[in-house]
Nanobody, 112 residues
Framework: QVQVMESGGGNVQAGGSLRLSCAAN????????MAWYRQPPAKQREFVAT??NYTESVKGRFIITRNDAKNTQYLMMNNLTPEDTGVYYC???????????WGQGTLVNVSS
């Protein structure tokens, strides 16, 4: 059984930084694609970043690093703005034909 666990969310003031972690356990094949999504309040979930691919609004501020041996990926978020507020989800293994495995999400709240 695959388990995906995010951590590292919290409250931060605008301009601050947070580092999110995503750990995946129980995977049969390696490596797998790990990606970050977020759901802002009252909005739909949206793509944020995967390895070397970032949505426009976070380019230059967010950086992904990873430890393939541990199936762990990190999202370093710098210069946060209130528009970055939301629940951040990690997805593991998503393909065109497979939805992938989702974590439970971690809340990021950026105050102005």
């Amino acid at each position: 059984q695959v388990q995906v666990m995010e951590s590292g969310g919290g409250n931060v003031q605008a301009g601050g930084s947070l580092r999110l972690s995503c750990a995946a356990n129980g995977l049969v094949s390696r490596p797998v694609v790990m990606a970050w999504y977020r759901q802002p309040p009252a909005k739909q979930r949206e793509f944020v970043a995967t390895w070397q691919n970032y949505t426009e609004s976070v380019k230059g501020r967010f950086i992904i690093t990873r430890n393939d041996a541990k199936n762990t990926q990190y999202l370093m978020m710098n210069n946060l703005t209130p528009e970055d507020t939301g629940v951040y989800y990690c997805n593991v293994g998503k393909t065109e034909s497979f939805e992938g495995y989702w974590g439970q999400g971690t809340l990021v709240n950026v105050s102005s």
